[in-house]
């Protein structure tokens, strides 16, 4: 099985920081990545898929890239209606697999 | 407007069978693959079957291989998770999601229904 590596775990900052989380897969999935959001209470949503694709709707700030086996997911200038889990998941076969998460607060 | 509705959510004893439904509205749901995702209370996600939309190809996490059946009736836009011989740690909401065929990532998603397995 493809093992996600999600960093990190929880991340503190304030509003209109900049702030990235990382996935490393274990071999290789090329760019067939998701980043998802997910609000306590709520269902995941899907923010980018193929690595960097923004999903229609979603704001700007959010942005996706890769570099090798090494996945980033950035917030620009983080708002407080960004606090949430987020994950990364690779589709590149089966099984898919999701990263720990990272939850983002506000400090 | 694309609507994920789970239904069939509840409490059963430890080795019993349950079984979940999501009724698809607002796309062509025999086009999509359809997925099965779940949480235990406090974790991160795991993902834990896909079926085509045919439904002749089907694909299972390890740790419900040979448990669970996902199936569908597309004549009634209707996504079923056939769940036996549960064990406490299958408690978990469980989410259905539709995946997109342009990029095969989970573009909607339902509610998610509630499964605990407890005497």
């Known amino acids: 099985d493809i093992q996600m590596t999600q960093s990190p775990s929880t991340l503190s900052a304030s509003v209109g920081d900049r702030v990235t989380i990382t996935c490393g897969a274990s071999?290789?999935?090329?760019?067939?990545l998701a980043w998802y959001q997910q609000k306590p209470g709520k269902a995941p949503k899907l923010l980018i898929y193929?690595?960097?694709k923004l999903e229609s709707g979603v704001p700007s700030r959010f942005s996706g890239s890769r570099s090798g086996a090494e996945f980033s997911f950035t917030i620009s200038s983080l708002q407080p209606d960004d606090v949430a889990t987020y994950y990364c998941?690779?589709?590149?076969?089966?099984?898919?697999?999701f990263g720990q998460g990272t939850k983002v607060e506000i400090k | 407007e694309v609507q994920l509705l789970e239904s069939g959510g509840g409490l059963v004893q430890p080795g019993g069978s349950l079984r979940l439904s999501c009724e698809a509205s607002g796309f062509a749901f025999t086009t999509y693959a359809m997925t099965w995702v779940r949480q235990a209370p406090g974790k991160g996600l795991e993902w834990i079957s896909t079926i085509s939309g045919p439904g002749g190809s089907t694909y299972y996490a390890d740790s419900v291989k040979g448990r669970f059946t996902i199936s569908r009736d597309n004549s009634k836009d209707t996504l079923f998770l056939q769940m036996s011989s549960l064990r406490a740690e299958d408690t978990a909401m469980y989410y259905c999601?539709?995946?997109?065929?342009?990029?095969?990532?989970?573009?909607?998603w339902g509610q998610g229904g509630l499964v605990t397995v407890s005497s």
């Open positions: 999601a539709r995946v997109s065929p342009a990029h095969l990532g989970c573009d909607y």
């Open positions: 998941q690779q589709y590149h076969e089966y099984p898919w697999t």
């Open positions: 193929k690595a960097s």
């Open positions: 071999q290789s999935i090329n760019m067939w």
